[in-house]
């Protein structure tokens, strides 16, 4: 499969955020994950509706927005008409049959979805939902900050998961030059990946380091 990176912008300069974006469109960036937090499901507040409304003027890339709050199905519509491509929610915030509502009304409207789990939620949680979502983002960390430590014990479960869906898996945290070649064997294809892109000298060389792991 496509190995595609995804910078999360939670460890850009957000005194400059468009320029952060638009270098790393330039640098080979597949999409922009922007990190949604709201004090409650995760003890971090980030960004709303109105800053992704302004990064979507900022890049042709596509807006992955990852939803860490606890009442996602409240905020939406807000981020689709922000302009959001990919919208992904947590199992932990949501219920099947919502989700399956979520899936219709953003399938209308032309925007992914995706479903998260935290290092500590079991596959099984998820494991019925599958032909539902469009991707499955799989944490890496505890969600909540960029630049913390990778978990292999996540490396299982990406494995397993890997053995029941087609689509895309995407994983989230601690993801650099060393890891990124672990969970990619493991069966992961989108790589989100904060510090290990924005915090690095050379933006095209860190994607690159990426997308050329194995
Ligand atoms: C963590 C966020 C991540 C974060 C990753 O809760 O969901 O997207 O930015 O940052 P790094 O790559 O620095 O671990
Ligand atoms: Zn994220």
């Known amino acids: 499969m496509k190995i595609k990176i995804a910078p999360s912008i939670l460890s850009a300069d957000f005194a400059c955020l468009g ?47 990852h939803l860490m709050i606890k009442q996602p199905q409240k905020f939406i519509n807000a981020f689709v008409a922000a302009g ?3 919208l992904t929610v947590h199992i932990e915030t949501i219920s099947k049959l919502k989700i399956k509502n979520l899936k219709l009304k953003l399938k209308k409207k032309g925007v992914k979805l995706g479903v998260s789990l935290n290092p500590g939620t079991a596959l ?7 032909d539902l ?10 969600p909540g900050f960029g630049g913390q430590d990778f978990m292999p014990e996540v490396l299982p479960k990406i494995k397993k998961l890997r053995g029941l ?7 989230d945290g601690g993801i650099n030059k060393k890891t990124s070649r672990q969970v990619i064997k493991a069966g ?3 790589l ?23």
């Open 124 to 130: 099984i949680k998820i494991k019925n939902m599958l």
């Open 19 to 65: 320029e952060e974006i638009k270098k790393v469109e330039s640098c080979g960036a597949d999409m922009i994950h922007v990190d949604v937090m709201d004090g409650h499901f995760v003890p971090n507040i980030t960004i709303g509706p109105l800053v992704v409304k302004d990064i979507r003027k900022a890049t042709k890339l596509p807006l992955d927005v």
């Open 188 to 190: 992961a294809n989108v």
């Open 192 to 214: 989100v990946a904060g510090s290990y892109i924005f915090k690095s000298k050379d933006y095209k060389e860190s994607i690159t380091r990426l997308k050329c792991t194995v």
């Open 165 to 171: 869906f087609v689509g895309d898996i995407a994983v």
């Open 133 to 142: 979502v469009d991707f499955v983002l799989v944490m890496t960390v505890e």
């Open 84 to 86: 959001s491509d990919m």
